[in-house]
């Protein structure tokens, strides 16, 4: 029976490259498709892997790649990908990688564009609640999966050392969640609409300015500013996971990574949760 096509390759590997100039920085976030065409058929009709590459080292490639081009455009950089396999093994015919970007937009800070802050394009959506009865309601607004992040200010260190703990303490790393937050309204603002820009807003700067010393203490402060900003609020809930950027280790490259190069990944992620009121 005559093998008429075949092709592998690696699927949904994720890279973020960062790119920075001092304070400035510049996240270029991509899930890549890499697929390979060419001189492998004995691997499907007589079990010969010899011509095969792994797909560990498609992934390795992308990510070696991302090292040498962080300032590259999505299409320069998959075209670099794609050369380093062509230049690397002739028995490559073909690649074909589709990669899918998740868009980074730089936070404004009282209307200046902050070096290291960023929300996610095509952000998440508004939410509404509201919980009647013929003895009163509550209403509620918020968000659901509004991700922002920042590249650095940012650490985790000083938690519980027992024989199960393998992260290390860090002073700079990646901060990243997909939030959800409800606020409960207590009185009637002028304007809905306006008085939830402000409070977004005062949450993002809050995020972006100061230094977080974890999800937690960031939580807490955002929903303090926010309860001294907007009069018209008894409470604000947050539910914000980790969207963890690990450091990719490219040591067995011979190539240092100096915060340059991550693995975004949000399985399996912490989850951290907390309301904060004006009273009890």
Aim: glycine share 8%; aromatic share 8%.
């Amino acid at each position: 029976m005559p093998l008429i096509a075949s092709r592998y390759g690696k699927e949904r590997v994720r890279v973020l490259r960062l790119a920075r100039d001092g304070d400035h920085h510049v996240p270029r976030e991509l899930t890549l498709s890499v697929m390979l065409t060419g001189d492998f058929d004995a691997a499907w009709t007589a079990g010969d892997n010899r011509a095969c590459i792994a797909t560990d080292s498609v992934k390795n490639i992308v990510n070696v790649t991302a090292a040498r081009h962080l300032a590259a455009d999505a299409e320069g950089f998959v075209t670099a990908v794609a050369q380093v396999l062509l230049d690397t093994y002739p028995q490559v015919e073909a690649v074909s990688i589709e990669a899918e970007e998740t868009r980074w937009k730089r936070h404004l800070v009282d209307g200046v564009p902050h070096g290291h802050t960023f929300t996610r394009d095509g952000n998440g959506f508004g939410f509404v609640g509201l919980g009647a009865s013929r003895a009163g309601s509550s209403l509620h607004s918020g968000l659901r999966g509004f991700t922002f992040m920042k590249t650095t200010q940012s650490g985790w260190s000083g938690f519980v050392d027992d024989g199960y703990r393998t992260l290390p303490d860090t002073e700079d790393r990646i901060a990243a969640t997909s939030m959800d937050a409800t606020w409960t309204w207590s009185g009637t603002p002028p304007d809905y609409a306006a008085a939830n820009a402000r409070i977004l807003a005062t949450m993002l700067t809050v995020f972006g300015t100061t230094y977080s010393r974890g999800v937690q203490d960031s939580m807490y402060r955002m929903g303090e500013a926010v309860l001294a900003e907007v009069a018209d609020l008894a409470a604000i809930t947050f539910v914000m996971p980790n969207k963890h950027y690990l450091p990719v280790d490219l040591k067995p490259f011979g190539l240092a990574n100096a915060g340059a190069v991550f693995l975004p990944t949000d399985e399996p992620y912490g989850r951290i949760e907390a309301t904060v009121s004006r009273s009890r």
